[in-house]
């Protein structure tokens, strides 16, 4: 059943943790994205990744930092230096055209307490 | 900056009314336009693309948008709603020439609720 997981669904954190969000897609596609999801804002891009060992910085990267060590997985951590880290974050993929469809993962709801 | 614009946040209709949800974007190259849509629940999911040929393009479950280059518009309509319709669209709008990355810009979304 090809997709993309995302895990865990919820997760809660203490103001000062890192935490680690994880996703991986087994739809072979070379492209990646995270993207974090506030109401009345839409999605917003946090980090993507066109090819494994390689990502940039998207519109709001400050107080996150990625990996792509593998070409199926992608983890998003969120430090203790994102001001307001509580949101839903979702992950993407796709073959990395501008054409190209984004598939989307189920997305992991994080509060920070 | 390129952005893209949502002009409803909050759409309420009854079964069978019309629905167009206003979608406009700035950026003066070549675009690639998209819908998605979120059903409560469920992953976001792609209902249509634009990228080139005939404006109008037709997707999934009956909607469809038309582009209007002279408008930065992409506007998604569907001539009757169901109450499955009710969910959260975004527009997104990919602009190869700046950034030939895939890179999406999604609006501020519109939750749709219809009716029974």
């Known amino acids: 059943d090809g997709g993309i997981t995302q895990s865990p669904k919820y997760l809660f954190r203490k103001e000062g943790q890192n935490v680690t969000l994880s996703c991986e897609q087994n739809l072979n596609h070379d492209a990646m994205y995270w993207y974090r999801q506030d109401p009345g804002q839409g999605l917003r891009l946090i980090y993507y990744?066109?090819?494994?060992?390689?990502?940039q910085k998207g519109d709001i990267a400050e107080g996150y930092s990625v990996s792509r060590e593998k070409k199926e997985s992608f983890p998003l951590t969120v430090t203790s230096a994102q001001k307001n880290p509580t949101a839903f974050y979702l992950c993407a993929s796709s073959s990395g055209r501008g054409t190209d469809t984004q598939y989307f993962g189920p997305g992991t709801r994080l509060t920070v307490l | 900056a390129q952005s893209v614009s949502q002009h409803n946040h909050h759409v309420i209709l009854s079964e069978a009314a019309s629905l167009e949800l206003g979608c406009n974007y700035s950026y003066g190259g070549t675009v690639n336009l998209f819908w998605y849509v979120q059903y409560p629940g469920q992953h976001l999911q792609l209902l249509l693309k634009y990228f080139s040929g005939d404006p109008l393009v037709k997707g999934i479950k009956g909607f469809e948008a038309e582009f209007i280059k002279s408008k930065f518009s992409f506007n998604l309509r569907k001539p009757s709603v169901q109450w499955s319709d009710t969910a959260e669209y975004f527009c997104?709008?990919?602009?190869?020439?700046?950034?030939?990355?895939?890179?999406?810009?999604f609006g501020q979304g519109t939750t749709l609720q219809v009716k029974p």
């Open positions: 990744s066109q090819i494994v060992n390689d990502f």
């Open positions: 997104a709008v990919n602009a190869p020439r700046s950034s030939n990355t895939g890179k999406l810009i």
